[in-house]
């Protein structure tokens, strides 16, 4: 298997509240600088058109990821979908957050919800947006498997692709951390939400660039390849289950991501 089972900063219990969502406002950030919005929305509109579901379950949420924009972007095209965040470990207070907020359509589940077992999440698509390289293989493999095993839809969606040689990685490293060092700086003002502490631990004390510039380097190896998922894959081929792993495309063509689709046959 190639993917590496590299640290993330971000999934380390440990790991500071405030510098957590500094990083995640920057997350939310590049996926707008990159369309992702548009491209996970179309992945969506696709698979409704194969299978009905009025309500998207969202694994891993986290924050919230891109999903509410996404959500809105749907139902100003198409008929009116419900979004619910769900997290392992769910935030009180992003809860509570993200279920006093004005948007009907987004709220957040205040109980656990183990990705591992489908039947325990409400009815609904599943989605996991850029978080399934989190996930160990024996862990990938039981997601995978419960959703074919318990005939539930779902959208897996990564922005990255892990095509780069691991030599080619660890020596371009510096190079590209400092590129993402950079990054975070000119990208911080473009944040929603934007906090004391966020800005602080930006250009005071620059705790969120370099944890945000490794993250994002070491979510590089370790997202699954296509082969990789060919071998999560194997022994959960069933008559009545279809899976589908290609590349995502923009509306002008060009790629950006990959996508794995698992969905019920003849319902």
Known sequence: MKRKELFEFEDFGWFPTGIRVGMTNLILVFHRMMGTTEVISNLIIDLR?????????????????????????????????????????????????????????????????????????????????????????????NILQSASKNSQSILIYEIAKNNVPFIAWVLLLPVSLSILIVMSLVMTPFSKNLTVAQLLFTYLIPIIPLAYAWDGQASLMRTYTFDDIDLLLSGLETPNYNWEINDAFKENGKKLGYYIKGYPLNK
């Open 49 to 141: 058109k194969k299978v009905p579901f009025y309500t998207i379950i969202d694994l891993g949420s986290g924050s919230g990821g891109p999903m509410p924009e996404v959500i809105n972007y749907i139902n100003e095209k198409e008929a009116k979908l419900n979004l619910l965040l769900t997290d392992l470990h769910p935030n009180p207070e992003l809860v509570k957050k993200m279920n006093t907020d004005d948007n009907e359509f987004v709220n957040y589940h205040n109980e656990s919800i183990n990705a591992t077992n489908l039947l325990e999440a409400p009815k609904g698509l599943k989605t996991m947006i850029a978080s399934f390289h989190h996930m160990s293989p024996e862990i990938a493999k």
